[in-house]
């Protein structure tokens, strides 16, 4: 079990104050992991905190806006020099926008690729420059089964996952010589505030139920053991690897 335990290893997680990078977060703290909450909403950076603080957890925080250049350098600067070096990088944040594909705004197809492929560059760039002097490290990029399969009125969406899976090969190519491994993680139909309209949704639900073969939704809290792997020693030899945590439904028809 040793393997697997994250003890005085500090791990950054974005978009962490709530669904699956709160999830994450929780489940790397209990592994022993020293947590990095991050977002731009600061009342819901410090609601995640007390929430893990009243778990027995002693997480810290660090708020920046992931598609920010400047502020991304900075504030990569300030958690190590004030919290310690970075060993684990989780880079969730992401957002969603349904549409008809040809009637997707321009300006929304511009934030989707920035928050879901440009913070994951720019964060993971940011940390691999600390890591690679220190020859260690773990980033594990938050992935989707759209990236590999499409859905109606989400081409946007499943081009910027697309894109994430070879950013995260492409990082694990030029940064496996270093002793940092890149990997992918990537979910399926999860019961998330992202998913919110969806699993409202009676029809999409039965779709969905029906072409899963687990035969259900996804809970955040199985995500977990998948992080935890890709995070720790047990994977040291894994790398530019995506893992599906969905059910199954990659695998079938």
């Not at 020099?81 to 929304?108: C, K, S, Y």
């Not at 859905?151 to 940092?180: C, E, Q, V």
């Amino acid at each position: 079990m040793s393997l697997f335990d994250l003890k005085n290893r500090i791990a950054l997680v974005t978009g962490s104050s709530k669904g699956i990078g709160f999830a994450l977060a929780q489940g790397l703290a209990a592994h022993g992991a020293r947590i990095v909450l991050n977002g731009r909403d600061q009342s819901a950076l410090e609601a995640a905190r007390e929430r893990l603080t009243v778990q027995g957890q002693h997480p810290d925080m660090s708020r920046f806006d992931v598609t920010d250049a400047e502020a991304v350098e900075a504030a990569i600067t300030a958690v190590e020099a004030e919290i310690g070096p970075i060993d684990i990088l989780i880079n969730n944040a992401g957002m969603q926008h349904r549409a008809p594909l040809e009637t997707f705004p321009v300006a929304m197809w511009q934030k989707l690729l920035e928050t879901n492929v440009t913070s994951a560059f720019l964060v993971g760039q940011a940390v691999a420059r600390r890591m690679i002097p220190r020859r260690r490290g773990r980033i594990v990029n938050i992935c989707s089964v759209q990236s590999e399969l499409a859905r109606t009125n989400i081409a946007p969406y499943t081009a910027t996952k697309g894109a994430l899976k070879m950013l995260t090969k492409g990082m694990a190519t030029d940064w496996g010589r270093h002793n940092i491994q890149v990997n992918g993680l990537a979910p399926g139909y999860f019961k998330t505030e992202l998913n919110k309209a969806l699993v409202e949704d009676a029809a999409f639900s039965a779709w969905l139920t029906a072409r899963t073969p687990a035969g259900r939704w996804g809970d955040v809290e199985e995500l977990v053991g998948a992080a935890v792997f890709l995070s720790s020693d047990a994977a040291s030899f894994v790398n530019g690897t995506i893992l599906y945590v969905d059910g199954g439904i990659t695998s079938c028809l």
